[in-house]
């Protein structure tokens, strides 16, 4: 089957050497984490997900551009494939943490009604939407991968940010600032989030 979407990027997630202590309890939950292209959400995905498993917590990283390389190869950036691929992302997230991990999405999921569809779909099981704030201009410095330059040429139609919209989420659980301090430090703060929302917890 043809990919529609090319301009994405596997991300890698291999955990290397890392040995896992079983110093926390923890319950089955979907970390969502939403924000503009290069915005940080894969580097921040990585870090938590080596912290978590660092210390004994099971988590599976759902990668936007990782997802669109497979399960969602057949779907491109209209308005409906983007709802479908936060759809798809959702359902298998909540396979995941009904079977124990800590799901961790990244995905730029830009529109407010799409993310509220994931949440939907998570319910009942803990849900935390994380907000990677990172201006537009800081993104587009980074651009990893050249796409907001080809985005600015015309080259990529509906490319978020540039030529397609992003609503900023109205009330995430939490707000990260990417440009401010580095990954470890945001994976950081979404540890104490759900430390503070009773999903994680360390043992006696």
Known sequence: ???????????????????????VSYSGSIVWLTGLPASGKSSIAASLHRQLQANGVRTAVLDGDNLRHGLNRDLGFSAEDRRENVRRTAEVAGLFASNGSIAIAA????????????????????????????????????????????????????????????????????????????????????IRCLQQRGILTERD
């Open 1 to 23: 089957m043809d990919q529609k979407s090319p301009n994405v990027q596997w991300q890698s997630y291999e955990l290397g050497g890392l040995q896992q202590s079983g110093q």
């Open 107 to 190: 995905l730029v999921s830009p529109l407010e009604a799409d993310r509220a569809l994931a949440r939907a779909i998570a319910a009942p099981l803990p849900y935390v939407e994380v907000y990677v704030n990172c201006p537009l201009a800081i993104c587009e410095q980074r651009d990893p991968k050249g796409l907001y330059s080809k985005a600015r040429r015309g080259e990529i139609p509906l490319f978020t940010g540039i030529s397609a919209l992003y609503e900023a989420p109205l009330a995430p659980d939490l707000e990260l600032f990417s440009g401010k301090g580095n990954a470890d430090t945001a994976a950081e703060a979404v």
